[in-house]
């Protein structure tokens, strides 16, 4: 394990006094994005956390450039800058747009789209906080059926969460991987792996948010582990085309012992007031996709 | 336009209700007088702790949020009321 | 020899993107602003323009790729009319509030609902708030030469310029065009510097949040808050006065064409009734003109070419002497007036003229504007004001409004 750590770059481009919450997801996971892009970057991000955590004017917390965009638009803002380099040959900067589910799955989809069949050179990440968690946990596309937001705060949400990973899939991307705050190390690996790749890669991060989640902030790398240990997260990447599961999900995928959803959805407060016919679909939707994921890294 | 500088959101130790104290005698790497686990400075959302023997954290910035007490699997660390002594 | 050719509008505005050498186009297509799109993809595709053309999937994608690609340095190019103008709103703000020199066409176009793919001028009107400079072109040759001083005007005070022309009018319909000398514009262009560098070598977050009030910075200098910021765009179009004056008298200079600077005037000196308008409706009205000349009346024309920054101190020179305008306008600020003629009545407020200042809306949704109409409207002003009426609501020409 301590060998794993320590090839990780030591420098912290995110710096301390940086206004996300205690115990953010987001934070843990922007930490080991950056470590594994380094300096050579240029990042933008619409109006979500991460603008939030880069800070207000006139000092930020992050020291990397970085570009605000609206909040529809951040994949074409990518797809700009990536232009504007090109034309001024800065073919050296990697540029990577880095949004919420909000900004991706909902109201970003359609640049997101747009920029992947352009085959625009760059990274997408999306970090998948499951609901719009900067303006007070309002439900978005990407929310899990059953969970209590402040837009779905008696019925909860009746659809299950949109699967943008076969949607992105469906872009014929040269890479697309998921991760999670949970595994940094595994993280690390991919995108130091994506930053090497040319073409439109897809990232998405599976970020345990406390105070939307409705859990401890202690609990964050806890909550977001067992995530991956009930196959409601799979650790993957689909390179070529081809798919392997990666960490703890290889694991699982070899041994075949994963949790019951009930595990992961009992300590968070959003899953409350879920019914039990809900949870036995969020099962059988897991069970369902995780065979198929079997199937897939068999053949 | 902004430039980028440490505290950009004041002392974030400002935060906290709890702070970690570490037990230098539980912690793995003091213990093994070596480089080993440091899993809190892997797992801390805001990189404020150092990965060195004895293990530092920065509580000026640190928010208190609990993460390395609970992954530490020496249970090294501890979370303390502020205000109370240590430990 | 300077080569004339006869070209659409649209041609026009794909030569003067050309020839101001833009490094990066986006666009989506509409009409009738579609052609412009072609021709240039035409130019990047064959190699005869050296730039990247991203064929975005929407207006709004394409005014955020012009952006960013603003940002680090390229000199860019983007189209549009209409709805699509409307689609992009939220970043035409935000262009201007990042202080960006970007040029866009806007081929004047009415806006739904219900449908029109007609000529009005509604959805460029719509953007006046926005912080754009605004320059309203009059004929073809106008169209190329503007796209040129624009950036020049653009970069040298970090404001983003529009360059409105009618649709079809003007987009489709071919006139002679004297294409400006590739060499000559481009040493009338020098090249673009970005006002903020965004590279690794000093890393920066641009165009973040900012509190209302002003903050200090890691060193405790306090640094402007969302307010000064905002007043430094205004302040910069205040001064772009002077920049759109002197690249217009440049640009004469270099190829021999003036366009008027801020607004131009035709028989106006000794007129006893102006006519006002914008694009190729003050080009009609110079007809109209002529004709009430020919009956008696010492008409004259006034045509807006810069609506933003409004010409407050032109406006009042230009209006000196004659006793009553007619203001034409293809758009309307629902609720009120025409927002040209509100501008015009709000420019002699402190000032000791006081003149009758009658509003006609005209030509929305493509409806053909007629130089017989227009001076038959002026007609009909004189009529009124004879009568003794003081203050006639905005008639709307050739409208059933019964």
Not at chain 3, 97 to 103: D, E
Not at chain 3, 326 to 335: D, L, N, Q, R, T
Request: aromatic share 8%; net charge neutral.
């Amino acid at each position: 394990m301590p060998e794993n750590l320590f090839k990780v770059n030591i420098e912290e481009y995110m710096l301390p006094g940086q206004r996300a919450c205690q115990g953010c997801g987001l934070s843990l996971a922007y930490r080991y994005v950056l470590k594994a892009l380094r300096e050579n970057t240029i990042v933008t991000f619409p109006a979500c956390c991460l603008t939030v955590l880069h800070g207000l004017y006139p000092t930020t917390s992050v020291a990397i450039p970085a570009l605000n965009c609206t909040f529809a638009s951040t994949a074409a803002s990518a797809s700009g800058l990536v232009a504007g380099l090109n034309a001024l040959n800065r073919t050296d900067i990697t540029v990577v747009a880095i949004a919420g589910d909000g900004g991706t799955f909902d109201m970003g989809i359609q640049a997101l789209s747009g920029a992947a069949e352009r085959g625009t050179d760059f990274i997408y990440v999306c970090y998948d906080n499951e609901g719009y968690m900067n303006t007070g946990t309002q439900r978005s596309s990407a929310t899990p059926m059953g969970a209590l937001t402040s837009t779905t705060p008696v019925l909860t949400k009746q659809q299950p969460k949109k699967d943008m990973l076969r949607i992105m899939e469906a872009h014929d991307l040269p890479y697309l991987s998921t991760t999670s705050s949970a595994y940094p190390i595994d993280l690390y690996d991919k995108f130091v792996k994506a930053k090497r790749i040319k073409g439109s890669r897809y990232m998405q991060i599976a970020v345990p948010c406390p105070p939307g989640w409705g859990y401890a902030p202690k609990d964050t790398v806890r909550i977001g582990r067992l995530a991956v240990e009930t196959g409601i997260v799979i650790l993957f990447e689909i390179e070529d085309g081809k798919f392997r599961f990666t960490g703890r999900s290889k694991t699982l995928a070899e041994k075949g012992n994963k949790l019951p959803v009930i595990n992961y959805v009992e300590r968070q407060g959003r899953f409350r007031k879920m019914s039990i016919e809900q949870l036995r679909q969020l099962q059988r939707w897991v069970d369902t996709r995780w065979n198929e994921y079997l199937k897939r890294a068999e053949g | 336009m902004a430039t980028p500088a440490v505290g950009e959101a004041g002392k974030t130790g400002d935060w906290r209700d709890m702070r970690p104290v570490c037990d230098h005698s539980k912690c793995i790497p003091s213990i093994k007088k070596k480089a080993a686990c440091f899993l809190c400075w892997l797992y801390c959302p805001e990189g404020v702790i150092k990965a060195t023997i004895p293990l530092e954290i920065d509580l000026e910035y640190c928010k208190g949020c609990g993460i390395c007490a609970e992954e530490c699997p020496g249970k090294a660390i501890t979370m303390v009321n502020e205000g109370e002594k240590n430990g | 020899m300077a080569e004339v050719q006869i070209m659409t509008g649209n041609q026009a505005a794909a030569l003067g993107a050309k020839l101001s050498h833009v490094q990066v186009v986006a666009a989506y297509p509409i009409t009738p602003q579609t052609s412009v799109t072609e021709m240039l993809s035409q130019f990047i595709e064959s190699g005869e323009l050296k730039a990247e053309y991203i064929r975005v999937e929407s207006e709004h994608s394409a005014l955020a790729v012009c952006i960013s690609a603003s940002t680090v340095g390229a000199r860019v190019f983007t189209s549009t009319s209409s709805q699509g103008l409307l689609y992009m709103h939220e970043q035409i703000h935000w262009a201007a509030g990042a202080r960006l020199p970007i040029v866009m066409c806007c081929i004047n176009r009415g806006v739904g609902a219900p449908w029109t793919i007609f000529n009005d001028q509604q959805d460029s009107i719509a953007q006046r708030d926005t912080g754009w400079i605004q320059i309203y072109c009059r004929d073809n040759q106008e169209i190329i030469d503007s796209i040129i001083q624009a950036y020049r005007i653009a970069e040298s005070i970090y404001v983003p310029v529009m360059i409105c022309y009618d649709g079809f009018v003007m987009s489709h319909t071919m006139m002679p065009v004297e294409i400006p000398d590739a060499e000559a514009v481009s040493d009338f262009l020098p090249p673009y510097k970005p006002h903020t560098i965004l590279s690794p070598e000093a890393p920066m977050n641009i165009n973040p949040v900012l509190f209302p009030w002003r903050r200090a910075n890691s060193e405790g200098v306090l640094c402007d808050g969302y307010m000064e910021m905002r007043y430094k765009l205004q302040k910069s179009l205040d001064e772009s006065r002077d920049v759109i004056i002197s690249t217009s008298r440049q640009f004469a200079g270099a190829f021999g064409r003036d366009h008027g600077g801020m607004l131009w005037q035709y028989k106006a000196d000794d007129a006893e009734i102006i006519l006002v308008g914008m694009g190729s409706l003050a080009s009609e009205a110079t007809a109209a003109a002529g004709m009430l000349r020919a009956e008696g009346i010492r008409a004259g024309v006034v045509g807006i070419r810069v609506f933003r920054p409004f010409p407050k101190e032109d406006v009042r020179a230009a209006f000196r002497k004659t006793k009553a305008i007619c203001v034409f306008e293809k758009a309307i600020s629902y609720g009120y007036e025409g927002a040209l003629c509100s501008e015009i009545k709000a420019a002699f407020y402190g000032t000791e003229l006081r003149l009758p200042i009658h509003n006609y809306i005209c030509g929305l949704g493509g409806r053909d504007v007629k130089a017989r109409e227009l001076a038959e409207a002026v007609q009909s002003s004189l009529d009124a004001i004879a009568a003794g009426d003081t203050e006639p609501m905005p008639k709307w020409l050739n409208c059933f409004t019964e």
